[in-house]
């Protein structure tokens, strides 16, 4: 089993229903390619965490870095995982927001001169504590290529 996440920042031409257009398609897509993962909204910048066959998610993350919607697309890590953080997630989606944050009980005094993205920045390690509650497992642990 492989591993792939990257960040990109979503560009201005792309709206909340071509978003959703590409979310069932993507899904139909990754179930047959049996590829699972998360897809995270925060402001404008994407992360995803994808799981499959290497050749597999090569070829999507190639895909993704042609795709014209995306800019600053960079790979944070890859590599061989045990198994599945998302078993049964073709394709899990979130869109983050300061208020997500504060019903998880994360965040109740926050900046808000800063954006969410630049607040998670600093804060990175809340983003685990996020999926773990989309995911709705308290017993996740992220398993991270080595």
């Known amino acids: 089993m492989y591993c792939l996440c990257y960040t990109?920042?979503?560009?201005?031409?792309f709206d909340i229903n071509e978003l959703k257009e590409i979310l069932v398609k993507s899904r139909i897509n990754n179930e047959k390619k049996d590829i699972t993962g998360i897809l995270l909204l925060i402001d404008d910048l994407?992360?995803?965490i994808l799981e499959g066959?290497?050749?597999d998610l090569d070829e999507l993350y190639d895909v993704i870095k042609k795709d014209d919607r995306h800019d600053y697309i960079q790979k944070i890590y890859s590599g061989e995982i045990a198994?599945?953080?998302f078993l049964t997630w073709s394709m899990g989606f979130q869109q983050v927001t300061w208020e997500d944050l504060e019903e998880l009980g994360m965040e109740r005094l926050h900046d808000k001169s800063l954006s969410l993205s630049e607040y998670f920045r600093h804060k990175s390690h809340y983003l685990?504590?996020?999926i773990k509650e989309f995911n709705k497992s308290s017993e996740l642990k992220l398993n991270l290529p080595k």
């Not at 990109?8 to 031409?13: I, R, V, Y």
């Open 46 to 48: 994407f992360i995803q």
């Open 8 to 13: 990109s920042k979503k560009t201005a031409s």
């Open 53 to 55: 066959e290497q050749n």
């Open 83 to 85: 198994t599945r953080n």
């Open 128 to 130: 685990i504590e996020v």
